[in-house]
């Protein structure tokens, strides 16, 4: 498996652990854990991680069933070879509802601190995005592991939507390529742990920049 490594928080480069320190470290960010991004996706590499993150607790969200002509484009994890995976990133690439071409979705599970949520919404350098999601009355709701979760609004770069909420304890992130491809979770979507079961029927196509683009 072919993987680019990064950090989860700017998206640039990070040096592993040496004679001089015993982290990764991001020249911008300071000690990180490494953001690993496959080049290419298919069912064995997508298998390969989701044993991982099954094994750590930590949910790989994919819609699923998946609309009408999307597929599973992009496929990244923190964690480095002592710690536990601290987050996933699933890339889908479909129509878009004006069908003006295509639609890219980002869906992020994280723990508290990671950064990649936050990166991925255009806000790269905050570690959380919980005080921006603060507030009475949700904005759109999905079904995550079979439970009702709410998902929050969230002020980004006008090129994108982001709705973010928790679920299985952990902070999720939907992000949406271009912007009024945010209809994807006004539609009330079935998001699929993948570290639960791995559907046979997943479609994979050609790898979405989304993921190794900085922001």
């Not at 993987?3 to 991001?26: K, M």
Request: aromatic fraction near 6%; hydrophobic fraction near 40%; glycine fraction near 12%.
């Amino acid at each position: 498996m072919s993987l680019a490594v990064s950090c989860p928080r700017c998206g640039g480069p990070v040096r592993p652990p040496g004679l001089t320190h015993s982290q990764w470290l991001c020249d911008s960010c300071g000690p990180v854990l490494p953001l690993h991004t496959a080049s290419r996706v298919n069912r064995e590499v997508v298998a390969s991680a989701v044993e991982r993150a099954k094994r750590d607790g930590m949910p790989m969200w994919c819609p699923w069933p998946m609309p009408p002509g999307w597929m599973v484009t992009g496929l990244g994890w923190v964690a480095d070879d002592r710690s536990r995976v601290a987050a996933t990133a699933v890339a889908c690439t479909g129509p878009t509802p004006l069908g003006d071409g295509p639609a890219d979705v980002v869906l992020v599970a994280e723990e508290p601190g990671v950064g990649l949520g936050a990166r991925m919404a255009g806000l790269p350098g905050q570690p959380d995005l919980g005080p921006d999601i603060a507030g009475a009355g949700s904005h759109a709701k999905v079904k995550a592991a079979g439970h009702p979760t709410p998902l929050w609004s969230v002020e980004v770069p006008p090129d994108r939507s982001v709705y973010a909420g928790e679920a299985k304890g952990r902070w999720i992130y939907a992000i949406a390529w271009p912007a009024h491809a945010g209809y994807f979770f006004a539609e009330n979507p079935v998001l699929h742990d993948l570290a639960e079961w791995l559907p046979a029927e997943l479609v994979f196509g050609a790898p979405s920049p989304r993921l190794s683009s900085s922001t």
